[in-house]
Nanobody
Framework: QVQLVESGGGLVQAGGSLRLSCAAS????????MGWFRQAPGKEREFVAA????????AYADSVKGRFTISRDNAKNTVYLQMNSLKPEDTTVYYC??????????????????WGQGTQVTVSS
């Protein structure tokens, strides 16, 4: 059974940093895109960042570009999201996702088959 388990969320002041981790088990994703999304209550799940299987290609939402960095360690089957210069509007639940197929990066949530349970990030002003 495939599982994605996020960690690293929490409470931080505006301007601060957090590092989210997502550890996958049950299968390897070394050739598959992995990504991060976020979802506020009553809103659609929003693309944040994604990284190709080999780690050489990344994509970011305009709202986080220059502040967030996605990376992965395929030996650990883990993807990371380093979040710097956090803003109150970054407050929400963050989800890790993995594409079931080895293909180019997708920004649509529907393209990802596997999801973590989510981790809360709260940025105070």
């Amino acid at each position: 059974q495939v599982q994605l388990v996020e960690s690293g969320g929490g409470l931080v002041q505006a301007g601060g940093s957090l590092r989210l981790s997502c550890a996958a088990s049950g299968r390897t994703f070394s050739t598959n895109t992995m990504g991060w999304f976020r979802q506020a209550p009553g809103k659609e799940r929003e693309f944040v960042a994604a990284i190709s299987g080999g780690g050489g290609i990344t994509a970011y939402a305009d709202s986080v570009k220059g502040r967030f960095t996605i990376s992965r360690d395929n030996a650990k089957n883990t993807v990371y999201l380093q979040m710097n210069s956090l803003k109150p509007e970054d407050t929400t639940v963050y989800y890790c996702a993995a594409d079931a197929r080895p293909r180019s990066i997708r920004r649509e949530a529907g393209a990802y088959e596997y999801w973590g349970q989510g981790t809360q990030v709260t940025v105070s002003s």
